[in-house]
């Protein structure tokens, strides 16, 4: 119904939520999670699993389930400052997870093709293939990099409740997305309300962050890019980090003004220092270089820097390279945790750092990355026999042996992803999710 009808609101839709839809979001969640405000842990609701979940969908059905207030924590970022999470209850993370699924076979018949992140089946590296295609294969000359400030911080609930009444009229639900907004949060043993925002680290969070962009960006860039411009347009999104590319600067800048007002009556808005709108595309480096300028601008998106490249022949090619900061903030963690490792066995030290170097290269080693990737695995060896050494002032770690050890446990740097051509051809088939 959801794809023949694109007005129909959904007036029942809580009794998909059932028993066996309950147990799978149990199983869903990683047993290792850290616990909310209750301290209940995955193992210990387990222990009486179908009376536990019989009771929570008592509850959600009749009205007597409560939402609990998240738990606040901070994780560092890449840049030295600490981003806050807020993690749920078990109870509420298996209840949202439950209604997201459901809520999931709705949105996803209205969200548009160039909207990637936290939906299902679509990954970070399809948003980068669909980049990457379509400045390689459209008129782009101008790029906007584009950083919303404090997005899930922002998100204003007056605005998200009238947007999901577009397509959602259970009440029952409704009352259920209100409960998780409503329910605060606890840092340092004192509640506080939330009046705005969505915390980052809750599962429906990111649906709900979604129809949020769907209808105060997507549904107006497209809208933007149809009716005002005058030339080719892409655009990017993968949650709150958006890249759109232009043929025309005089389009760019338009976009840009206008986007700014737009998310103002939404409670939004850009970051100046780090929303940029640069030269980049095919002719971007000769056209610079007529005017004297000096190499095209990189920008960053989903952890790779994209930079103007040519191939052996000399035409233009996307270049994407690891982002140094985040390469060198992974490096620190492994040093840190390799401390805290140092006795294990040799064995236990190579398996663990093994699927550290597999984790790296199955998302970063794209094509024309291969340097960075060895270099990863090669600091990986590296800090690895600096902890050897201190491990006893009369080692024996010879460079030879440590080569060994890395041949051995280290899984070689590799490509493992195709060009983005023709991982994009191959999924959408012809159909464009740029557009």
């Known amino acids: 119904m959801a794809r023949k009808d694109k007005e129909a609101r959904f007036t029942a839709l809580l009794h998909h939520v059932d028993l066996a839809r309950l147990w799978a979001a149990y199983a869903a ?10 301290r209940v842990t995955w193992d210990a609701y387990g222990q009486d699993l179908r009376a536990n979940l019989e009771d929570l969908l008592r509850r959600v059905h009749s009205g007597a389930y409560r939402a609990s207030p998240s738990r606040r924590v901070y994780i560092p970022k890449p ?22 699924e459901v809520l999931n076979a709705v949105y996803e018949e209205d969200f548009l093709g160039f909207s990637y ?18 400045i390689e294969k459209k008129n782009v000359n101008w790029v906007l990099d584009a950083d919303i400030r404090g997005f899930y911080d922002a998100i204003d609930h007056e605005w998200l409740r009238k947007f999901i009444e577009h397509r959602i009229a259970d009440k029952r639900v409704l009352r259920l997305i209100q409960k998780w907004l409503n329910a605060g949060v606890i840092e340092d043993g004192s509640w506080s309300a939330s009046q705005e925002g969505a915390p980052q680290g809750a599962s429906a969070s990111p649906l709900l962050a979604n129809v949020y962009l769907h209808y105060v960006f997507d549904l107006w860039a497209r809208h933007w890019r149809n009716r005002q411009a005058h030339g080719d347009v892409i655009i990017v999104r993968f949650a709150d980090d958006v890249v759109v590319g232009f043929q025309h600067r005089a389009d760019a800048e338009r976009f840009h003004a206008d986007l700014v007002e737009r998310f103002a009556r939404f409670n939004l808005e850009l970051h100046a220092g780090k929303t940029r709108l640069i030269e980049f595309g095919r002719f971007a480096a000769q056209n610079r270089r007529r005017k004297g300028l000096g190499k095209p601008e990189t920008f960053a998106f989903l952890g790779f820097t994209h930079i103007c490249g040519k191939t052996r022949t000399g ?3 996307l270049r994407r390279k690891t982002i140094a900061k985040k390469m060198a903030a992974k490096l620190r963690e492994v040093n840190a945790l390799l401390r805290q490792r140092r006795h294990w066995p040799i064995p236990e030290q190579g398996q663990w750092l093994g699927s550290v170097v597999r984790g790296h290269t199955a998302y970063y080693a794209v094509p024309g990355n291969i340097a960075a990737v060895s270099a990863f695995r090669k600091q990986v060896t590296r800090l690895w026999g600096q902890s050897l050494r201190r491990r006893s002032q009369r080692h024996r770690l010879t460079w030879e042996r440590m080569g060994r050890l890395e041949a051995r446990w280290l899984p070689a740097a590799r490509i493992t992803h195709p060009w983005p051509n023709v991982r994009f051809d191959a999924r959408t088939q012809g159909r464009s999710p740029v557009r």
């Not at 970070?124 to 980049?131: G, N, S, T, V």
């Open 315 to 317: 035409r233009f090619a």
């Open 79 to 100: 840049d030295g400052r600490l981003r806050p999470l807020g993690i749920a209850t078990l109870e509420d993370k298996i209840v949202q997870r439950a209604v997201v």
């Open 29 to 38: 969640i990683s047993p290792k999670a850290a616990p909310g405000v209750d």
């Open 117 to 134: 992140g936290f939906r299902p089946g679509r990954k970070p590296h399809d948003a980068l293939d669909a980049l990457a295609v379509g």
